[in-house]
């Protein structure tokens, strides 16, 4: 089975309510920081943060893994 779609719709659901901007600026990273992980442009990282545009294709993949290392590291720490 193919879990594309099931980390695409993960990570839609963490942008669409906000938990993704969370994850981030609680790891103390920028738009810009981000984007170049993902492959994108920092706007298409706010856009997807602001709920202006769906995260979709093989970037979206690598925002939601980064955000899953990140929340995991965050949870470590606490």
Do not use: F, H
Request: aromatic residues 4%; glycine residues 8%.
């Amino acid at each position: 089975m193919n879990s594309e779609p099931l980390r695409l719709a993960a990570v839609r659901a963490l942008a669409a309510d906000g938990s993704a901007r969370r994850i981030r600026q609680a790891a103390r990273l920028s738009l810009a920081e981000v984007g170049n992980a993902c492959g994108v442009d920092q706007s298409t990282v706010y856009r997807w943060e602001t709920g202006k545009r769906a995260p979709r294709g093989t970037p979206a993949i690598r925002y939601g893994a980064l955000l899953n290392a990140l929340s995991r590291a965050d949870d470590g720490a606490s």
